[in-house]
């Protein structure tokens, strides 16, 4: 027997053995893989496993009725995609009515014709599929600029819009700057300059990635990262800084050392980075044909202005006196710089830099 | 509404159309079409207790759910009086008033007595 349309996992809910055997012994028939549950109670413990792709629900069932457990598939973010269809006599269209209502597909009436089932699972089977393509689509949004750690939660908290709301948190802010790239871009054919950008921006990024930094955005050779939003952290100061660290330690050498095998022995790149913590704005914004993940707010500006001091007083990584203040972990390898006057700051801002030899 | 169950002539053979849905459901395998039945035939004695016990409880509820079973497995079965039964006594219990199922009552147990040895034979291929 052909189903028309590639198989998927069915659970069929239903008290009445005979309709869970009957149902399951035709979905097997068209290739379904098919799991059963004899009342609603059941069906949700089953569902906190493997989902499948289509529900098939009977309503009238002891224990936990169909709408219940309509109810509560429809409430959790993680089943709500899942099509359920009712299994209904036909004297039930009433409570149909309200299923479908309440957020079901469609419904199966008893006794079963199997053009209908078949026809009915399908259209399920293929709800599904695309729905999950779309999700697949703004879980690709979110992967460029999101820690693959905090993809899944942002999905979730945005209820899979490729969009996400304004929110205030406390973060920290890494703004990096690649030193020398400029006169040796002019100096260079455009196809090797980009390949030296894009090989130094894979780097970086998947040090900043790697930590649970959100990237948001290259900015000519620039690189503008946040940690602790979009979703707050505690330890966002501790992460900034272990990301600095990689980035000026262990890829900028590892990224020297390809240039020199791709450019010539005095190919020798030099970074600057900035990092400051404190409450700032982020969320997606743009028009609808062009959007962007940003942050606005003090920590941003004063960490681009640590960078571009970081040329002026020698050091390759400037630390504010905020995200040590921050900092959970115990030793962190900040050295002491100086009180320096930050354009747009008031006070002088304590100035702290990384440690070659610690941690 | 009496007239439902009084088709005596047609309890004891199944409606063809009904098995042949049946077949076209869950295939041709006797193995299966065993299982349908022998599931079936336990069944049904479970159901006709709860009956029993609901009729004599005065829970409505009870005889309600076990009718609509009933009525359904039947209908899958194409034991057509048998259903007829069950949804007359389905509806009266819906009302909620059980002072004349009795008679209802001894008409399922009637039609299923009668149905019994037609839905057997399909789990031996007899009469298909």
Known sequence: ???????????????????????????????????????????????????????????????????????????????????????????????????????????????????????????????????????????????????????????????????????????????????????????????????????????????????????????????????????????????????????????LPRFNAWARSELGDDADFRMGIGVCSGPFMSGNVGSARRLEYTAIGDPVNTAARLQDLTKELGCPVLVSDSTRELLQGGESGLEFVEDHDVRGKKERVMLWTLGLTTR | MSEAYETDGNAAALDPQAVETLKELIGDDPEIIRDMVDAFVEDVPDRLAEMTRGLADGDAELVRRAAHTLKGNCLTFGALAFADACRELEETAKVGVLDDAGPIAAEIERTWAAARPAIEALATGASS
């Open chain 1, 1 to 251: 027997m052909s189903s028309g349309s590639a198989p998927g996992a069915v659970l069929v809910v239903d008290d009445d053995r005979i309709n869970r055997l009957l149902l399951t012994r035709s979905l097997e028939a068209d290739g379904h893989e098919v799991a059963t549950a004899e009342n609603g109670r059941v069906a949700l413990e089953l569902l906190e496993g493997n989902l499948p792709d289509v529900i098939l629900l009977d309503i009238l069932m002891p224990e936990l009725d169909g709408f219940a457990v309509l109810d509560q598939v429809k409430g959790d973010p993680r089943l709500r995609d899942i099509p359920v269809i009712m299994i209904s006599a036909l004297d039930e269209l009433d409570s149909v009515v309200r299923c479908i209502e309440a957020g079901a597909e469609d419904y199966l009436p008893k006794p079963f014709n199997p053009t209908l089932l078949r026809a009915r699972i399908n259209a399920g089977l293929m709800k599904r599929r695309l729905g999950q393509v779309e999700r697949e689509r703004v879980r690709d949004v979110f992967a460029r600029f999101l820690p693959e750690t905090v993809v899944d939660e942002v999905m979730r908290d945005t209820n899979g819009e490729p969009r996400l709301g304004g929110v205030r948190l406390v973060g920290t802010v890494l703004f990096s700057d690649l030193r020398g790239f400029t006169t040796f871009a002019e100096k260079t054919p455009p196809d090797v300059v980009v390949d030296v950008l894009n090989h130094y921006f894979s780097e970086m990024s998947d040090a900043i990635l790697d930590n649970g930094g959100t990237l948001l955005g290259f900015l000519g050779d620039g690189i503008l990262a946040v940690f602790g939003a979009p979703i707050a952290s505690d330890d966002h100061a501790d992460r900034a800084l272990t990301t600095a660290r990689q980035m000026l330690y262990e890829r």
